[in-house]
């Protein structure tokens, strides 16, 4: 029977060996023992499982499971250097600190954001969980979702922040019709918020691009310019998007089958 200390030898194995295989997918099984040490049916029976699990296809290429993996993490950098002309600009028109959420489990998570500029302002830690079930961003994260995924993600926020109560809130139908949301006070008693969901080329709901501060300047005729330029904004995120999606397919080339289980040394 495996002990805990044997199974995470494997993994440690494993790693070394995806490590070597993304720098040169053609190398041999003797090769690679030799240079990490290991035994060649060692190599051998991790590679196969790899292949078998999907994680790499016979060519050695990373397979459909790893490419899901790591998609989360490729999109969020795509998103990420797409947004960022539109949070300055958001924050040089109302300076107030503009921002961008994605879900990740049953949080949010801020993957890029610029300060607003007044003295009192809504500052945020990059990559800090926060709660999914409270604020305008939870709320459009939450809104495009069927209605079984939606009630189990807030109960799971719930769990995860108990200090965050749930407000009592039925409008997702409302919000998919004008494709905007506010909190005032809802995280923070102080705090205000208004965002606009960043949709993908298929209209899914890819993230929420936020201007948040002071509640009292989201009380005022500002809503309504704020709303059109965060909706302007999101538009031309979803646009960068699909444009560096198409030249990144057009430039995509398939690489030429080695198996390195079937290579002969």
Avoid at 26 to 35: K, M, R
Wanted: aromatic share 4%; with cysteine; proline share 5%.
């Amino acid at each position: 029977m495996r002990t805990d200390s044997s199974r995470i030898a494997v993994l440690s194995k494993m790693a070394e060996i995806l490590d070597v295989l993304t720098e040169d997918s053609s190398i041999t099984l003797q090769a690679l023992s030799q240079q990490l040490n290991l035994p060649r049916p060692t190599i051998y029976r991790i590679v196969q499982t790899l292949i078998d699990l999907g994680i790499l296809t016979p060519s050695n290429q990373p397979g459909r499971r790893l490419i899901h993996w790591a998609s989360s993490s490729r999109n969020t950098h795509a998103l990420e250097n797409a947004s960022q002309e539109s949070l300055q600009r958001l924050v040089s028109k109302f300076r107030d600190t503009a921002s961008i959420y994605t879900r990740v489990g049953s949080a949010r998570v801020c993957i890029a954001r610029v300060e607003g500029v007044e003295s009192l302002r809504h500052t945020i830690q990059v990559g800090t969980p926060l709660p999914l079930h409270v604020g305008s961003a939870g709320r459009i994260l939450l809104a495009w979702l069927d209605d079984e995924t939606r009630d189990r993600l807030i109960h799971e926020s719930v769990t995860f922040f108990p200090g965050q109560s749930p407000p009592s809130f039925s409008g997702w139908q409302e919000i998919r019709e004008k494709q905007w949301a506010i909190s005032l006070g809802e995280r923070e008693s102080a705090l205000g918020s208004i965002s606009v969901p960043i949709f993908t080329g298929t209209n899914q709901v890819l993230a929420a691009l936020s201007i948040s501060g002071p509640k009292e300047r989201f009380v005022t005729d500002r809503q309504d310019a704020i709303i059109s330029a965060l909706q302007q904004e999101a538009h031309k995120i979803t646009q960068l998007l699909c444009s560096a999606k198409n030249e990144h397919a057009l430039s995509a080339t398939p690489q030429p089958p080695q198996s390195i289980v079937n290579k002969e040394d």
